[in-house]
């Protein structure tokens, strides 16, 4: 029996200049809102207060922003790091040009800007990978920019790796 097991894409397969388009998308209500905002610690009235929030600008509470770069990043795993990414290495440019609202659906893409061999791991990769997080009515309301060391394809694996 064939066994197949679910994995993102080792460093070889990655290919710079390639926009990953991740499936499913995530609708984000006000319990995750909640929940995310108390466990952070973070009582920003504009994420808990109906209230307070209704008088400004918005009209309503906004989504925690962290709370959005944390689901934009999480939309990519099953594609593209799900087993095979070693660690985060860093943030680099990050920005939230339009408010996410509770009830609004997230979707995310992944373009990958530049790799190269990692200098001290000779097993594994260096990508910078560019995040960027769509609502349902396709306007950016986010993107990052992470850095991410990245498995290679292990010796003698059977994985046929693309080059790029």
Same mark, same amino acid.
């Given at each position: 029996?064939?066994?197949?097991?679910?994995?993102?894409?080792?460093?070889?397969?990655?290919?710079?200049?390639?926009?990953?388009?991740?499936?499913?998308?995530?609708?984000?209500?006000?319990?995750?809102?909640?929940?995310? *905002?108390?466990?952070?610690?973070?009582?920003?009235?504009?994420?808990?207060? $109906?209230?307070?929030? #209704?008088?400004?600008? @918005? !009209? +309503?509470?906004?989504?925690?922003?962290?709370?959005?770069? *944390?689901?934009?990043?999480?939309?990519?795993?099953?594609?593209?790091?799900? $087993?095979?990414?070693? #660690?985060?290495?860093? @943030? !680099? +440019?990050?920005?939230?040009?339009?408010?996410?609202?509770?009830?609004?659906?997230?979707?995310?893409?992944?373009?990958?800007?530049?790799?190269?061999?990692?200098?001290?791991?000779?097993?594994? !990769?260096?990508?910078?990978?560019?995040?960027?997080?769509?609502?349902?009515?396709?306007?950016?309301?986010?993107?990052?920019?992470?850095?991410?060391?990245?498995?290679?394809?292990?010796?003698?694996? !059977?994985?046929?790796?693309?080059?790029?």
């Amino acid at each position: 029996m064939t066994r197949i097991q679910q994995r993102g894409l080792y460093f070889e397969e990655l290919q710079t200049g390639v926009v990953y388009v991740h499936s499913p998308g995530r609708t984000v209500g006000e319990a995750d809102n909640t929940l995310f *905002s108390t466990l952070t610690m973070n009582p920003q009235s504009l994420h808990l207060d $109906a209230a307070a929030s #209704a008088s400004t600008e @918005f !009209g +309503e509470r906004l989504v925690n922003s962290l709370m959005t770069m *944390s689901i934009m990043v999480g939309l990519s795993v099953a594609q593209l790091t799900q $087993a095979t990414t070693v #660690a985060n290495l860093g @943030f !680099g +440019e990050i920005a939230f040009p339009a408010p996410v609202l509770i009830g609004d659906t997230l979707y995310a893409e992944t373009e990958v800007l530049s790799k190269r061999d990692s200098r001290s791991r000779p097993d594994n !990769g260096v990508v910078v990978f560019q995040h960027r997080a769509l609502n349902q009515k396709g306007v950016l309301v986010a993107r990052a920019d992470r850095t991410a060391l990245m498995l290679r394809v292990p010796a003698g694996s !059977g994985d046929s790796a693309a080059t790029g």
